[in-house]
Nanobody, 125 residues
Framework: QVQLVESGGGSVQAGGSLRLSCAASAGTIGNYDMAWFRQAPGKEREGVAAIRNDGMTRYANSVRGQFTVSKDNVKTTLYLQMNNLKPEDTAMYYC???????????????????WGQGTQVTVSS
């Protein structure tokens, strides 16, 4: 069982930056694929960025070049650096994890077994 706790959300103006963190309770996250999802009011939860156990990354087209996902296996923490934020990035951001079992790195929410409670990001124009 893995417990995930997000932090780092907040309110920023358009063009600003935030770095989200996700602390994992697991002894190691080296065996897990981890991802960030977001959900805006009235919309489906969508995958934003993912990082495989070996460090390979994948991004949604909407955030490629704007967001960067990384992890620290020693600190068992996942990060999401978000730059040049836009009002449409406003959402609840969730951290997710699954044991690595496939070479395919997915942004499909049903593929992930463990979820955090989320952290709110609000971007004003």
């Amino acid at each position: 069982q893995v417990q995930l706790v997000e932090s780092g959300g907040g309110s920023v103006q358009a063009g600003g930056s935030l770095r989200l963190s996700c602390a994992a309770s697991a002894g190691t996250i080296g065996n897990y694929d981890m991802a960030w999802f977001r959900q805006a009011p009235g919309k489906e939860r969508e995958g934003v960025a993912a990082i495989r156990n070996d460090g390979m990354t994948r991004y949604a087209n909407s955030v490629r070049g704007q967001f960067t996902v990384s992890k620290d296996n020693v600190k068992t923490t996942l990060y999401l650096q978000m730059n040049n934020l836009k009002p449409e990035d406003t959402a609840m951001y969730y951290c997710a994890a699954r044991l690595s079992s496939s070479p395919l790195l997915t942004l499909v929410k049903n593929a992930y077994d463990y979820w955090g409670q989320g952290t709110q990001v609000t971007v004003s124009s």
